[in-house]
């Protein structure tokens, strides 16, 4: 199914002429097929997230739960904490213990089979969200409380970074796990080194930076906000390129694994595929509300993603899209 690209896009590292040359060899945008869905929570679904093997996806929700499930979307084993909503969970590079962030103000690691390993506490308000780092031996939380932490696996904080004016919603490790990149409701993204020095501020957003991404890479930097758009950034802060499309906040954002394309989602109930100079490549319709989390399969070929509607849903990445790029389509 095809149609035209809608949205504006504006391509920043260009001439004007240049740009006029890609809006006309613009791809047909495809409408992306959900192959399976199914509902994972009684409320919404904060986060998914493929295990490092692809065979499961972990959720949590507003409830309190945490679950992990097998690809035919199987209930495997529901972690409960409370009733304190569970607004991020990831698995460990290992694949064998997984960390959550909740509105109690407490990070918390897990083993894969629910039994709880340590609580990590000092943050004075909500944990946004928790990280492993790339070896596994550390873990890296945001909070509303405007910082975020580098934290060893016994609860020890390492390093505190501060400077955001308000929360923080978001902090990765770049892929070497050298650097950290946050994002806040001040409005801007900011890149540290582990021992908490500011480096680089990315600034040009309107509203909230809700979420970022690091290339596979590590050499570009991608950024969503509540101002509707997505930006691209090189690692000094220049802007490269800004995708418009969405016409709601956009909430999330990831690049593809092997580096080629970004995938985000909105709270205009979508989620799109785009390729690194502001094209939309695809459109996936079907949720009946905000759409929030979203992961790719480790093997690139599809999207998962969750929503305010309690359902995550399974995406097949249309392969005449990813022709361009010389993907692939198989089955699930």
């Given at each position: ?21 890609l ?72 694949g ?9 103000k ?25 990280r492993?780092?790339p070896?596994?031996?550390?873990i ?87 101002d ?8 000094n ?31 205009d ?64």
């Amino acid at each position: 199914m095809s149609g035209s690209i809608s949205g504006s896009i504006e391509l920043l590292a260009h001439p004007q002429a240049v740009h006029s040359q890609l809006l006309a060899q613009l791809p047909t945008q495809v409408k992306a097929e959900s192959v399976s869905q199914f509902k994972a929570h009684p409320t919404s679904v904060l986060s998914v997230s493929f295990s490092p093997d692809g065979s499961q996806l972990l959720t949590t929700s507003s409830e309190g739960s945490t679950k992990i499930w097998d690809r035919q979307g199987k209930e495997v084993i529901e972690i409960k904490t409370d009733d304190s909503i569970i607004w991020n969970a990831t698995f460990s590079p290992d694949g064998k213990s997984i960390a959550t962030g909740a509105q109690d103000k407490i990070a918390r690691i897990w083993s894969i089979d629910g039994k709880s390993i340590q609580e990590l506490k000092g943050h004075k308000d909500w944990v946004n969200t928790v990280r492993f780092s790339p070896d596994g031996q550390k873990i890296l939380t945001s909070s509303s409380d405007g910082t975020a932490r580098l934290w060893d696996l016994k609860g020890k904080v390492i390093t505190e970074f501060k400077g955001h004016l308000v929360m923080v919603w978001c902090a990765i490790f770049s892929p070497d796990g050298q650097k950290i990149l946050t994002a806040s409701s001040d409005g801007t993204a900011r890149l540290w080194d582990l021992n908490g020095k500011e480096l680089v501020q990315f600034k040009g957003h309107r509203d909230w930076v809700r979420s970022v991404a690091f290339s596979p890479d590590g050499k570009l930097i991608a950024t969503v906000s509540s101002d509707k758009t997505t930006k691209l950034w090189d690692l000094n802060g220049k802007e490269l390129v800004q995708f418009k499309g969405h016409t709601g906040a956009v909430r999330n954002v990831s690049f593809s694994p092997d580096g080629k394309y970004l995938a985000t989602t909105s709270q205009d109930g979508t989620a799109r595929l785009w390729d690194l100079r502001g094209n939309q490549l695809a459109l996936f319709q079907g949720h009946q509300d905000w759409v929030i989390g979203l992961s790719f399969s480790p093997d690139g070929k599809y999207l998962a993603t969750s929503s305010a509607d309690f359902m995550v849903r399974f995406w097949s990445l249309p392969s005449n899209t990813l022709s361009q790029g010389k993907g692939n389509k198989t089955g699930i």
